[in-house]
């Protein structure tokens, strides 16, 4: 299986803050990294797939970097909706795996 | 565009089977890989398995023995089947769609708990 591990597990920013969230894989996963969006209560909100195209609806203060097995979600100025749980995952091979997820928190 | 939908009972005691169903709603069952996957209460997320239209499977090794996943295309409807569950397999499940040529999951139900207690 791939494992997925992100960094940090959480954080604390304010809003207008740029925020960067890391995820790295155990081997290479070409771009096939995706990323979601959870808030409380929730299901899982698509934001970003196969490493760098924004679902459609995300605004374009979340990008995006990498490849193979390093990965970073930048949003560039937190908004008060920004405020939630984030997760990649990759879609290279099943199993298909998660990483824990990186809870960004009100500063 | 295509919505989901689960149902199924909320609560399953240790050491009987679970069974949830998904029904997809405004698009077509073909151009789909159908998962499911689960999130315990205050964890991250885990990938059950998916089914294709063909009835294809494909299950995460770490459930294996214990699942089923099944398709109705008539009713457009897939299922889950989790044997022999223990507490922890209380979870909120949620079912997904993942294009073929897509590589990621859109779109998801609401989710559903299920919880094992006697």
């Known amino acids: 299986d791939i494992q997925m591990t992100q960094s940090p597990s959480s954080l604390s920013a304010s809003v207008g803050d740029r925020v960067t969230i890391t995820c790295r894989a155990s081997?290479?996963?070409?771009?096939?990294l995706n990323w979601y969006q959870q808030k409380p209560g929730k299901a899982p909100k698509l934001l970003i797939y196969v490493a760098s195209s924004l679902q459609s609806g995300v605004p374009s203060r979340f990008s995006v970097s990498g490849s193979g097995t390093d990965f970073t979600l930048t949003i560039s100025s937190l908004q008060p909706e920004d405020f939630a749980t984030y997760y990649c995952q990759q879609s290279y091979s099943t199993p298909r795996t998660f990483g824990q997820g990186t809870k960004v928190e009100i500063k | 565009q295509v919505q989901l939908q689960e149902s199924g009972p909320g609560l399953v005691k240790p050491s009987e089977t679970l069974s949830l169903t998904c029904t997809v709603f405004?698009?077509?069952?073909?151009?789909?890989?159908w998962s499911w996957i689960r999130q315990p209460p205050g964890k991250g997320l885990e990938w059950i398995g998916f089914?294709?239209?063909?009835?294809?499977?494909n299950y995460n090794p770490s459930l294996k023995s214990r699942v089923t996943i099944s398709g109705d295309t008539s009713k457009n409807q897939f299922s889950l089947t989790l044997s022999s569950v223990t507490a922890a397999d209380t979870a909120v499940y949620y079912c997904?769609?993942?294009?073929?040529?897509?590589?990621?999951?859109?779109?998801w139900g609401q989710g559903t708990l299920v919880t094992v207690s006697s």
């Open positions: 089914i294709y239209y063909s009835g294809s499977t």
């Open positions: 081997q290479s996963i070409s771009s096939y």
């Open positions: 405004g698009g077509s069952i073909t151009s789909y890989y």
């Open positions: 997904a769609g993942e294009k073929v040529d897509g590589n990621c999951f859109d779109p």
